[in-house]
C-alpha cells in the first residue's frame, strides 16, 4: 500500500521524489501538497507558477537583507496566511510585483505594479520589479522597496502602485535602510 503524498513529502522533503513515490500525477500531488500547506519556500521557487516563485524569491531576498527576522512559513505554520515574517514584535507580509504596462493609459510608457494585501499583517515589504529588469533572470535586482503600514492601505484586496503615486514617493526604502526602519517601528509598536 502506497503511502499519503503528505507523509512521502514531509519525510523526503522533495516535490519531485514524493510524486515519483507516490504514484500520482503531478497535478494531483501538488493540489494534495498545496492544500495541506506542507510546500516549502525551495519548492515555490523551483516548481510554482512565475507569480509563486518570484513570491518565494522575494522573501528569500527579504531574509537575506534581514536575517534575524523569523520565518513564519518556516517555523510557525507553513504558507502562513496572515504574514511571512516575525520581526521583535511586528508581522511582515512580503510581496513582488512584475511591471507591466498599462493598456487603458494613452501614454505607451505607462507603468505599475500590483500587490495583493490582506490585511493582516503590521507592515507589508513589498518588491517591485525594476523596469530595466524586465527581460532578466532576476527581477528581483535593483527593485523597488516599499515598506508600508497596515494603516495606509485599507483594503483587503490589490494595491495598485505607479512611479507618481504616494505609496511609491512616501514608503519606498533602500535596502540598505530597510534593517534601521524596521528597527524604528519596532521600537514604536513595543
Known sequence: MKKDIVEIYKECGNFHQAVKESGLPTLVAHIKLLSSGVLKIQDKIKYGS?????????????????????????????????????????????????????RRSKESKARHWTA??????????????????????DKLENSYILLIPNGFLHTKENKHFTKSSAFFTDFQVKKEELNSMLDEYAGVLE
Not at 522573501?59 to 515574517?85: C, G, H, I, R, S
Open 116 to 137: 495583493r494585501c490582506n490585511g493582516s499583517a503590521d507592515l507589508y515589504v513589498i518588491f517591485l520589479e525594476n523596469e530595466k529588469n524586465r527581460n532578466k533572470e
Open 50 to 102: 512565475e507569480s509563486a516563485r518570484l513570491g518565494g524569491k522575494a522573501e528569500e531576498y527579504f531574509q537575506k537583507l534581514v536575517p534575524t527576522a523569523v520565518d513564519a512559513n518556516k517555523y510557525w505554520q507553513v504558507n502562513n496566511p496572515k504574514y511571512d515574517f516575525m520581526y521583535k514584535n511586528i508581522t511582515i507580509d512580503v510581496k513582488f510585483s512584475s511591471c507591466y504596462r498599462s
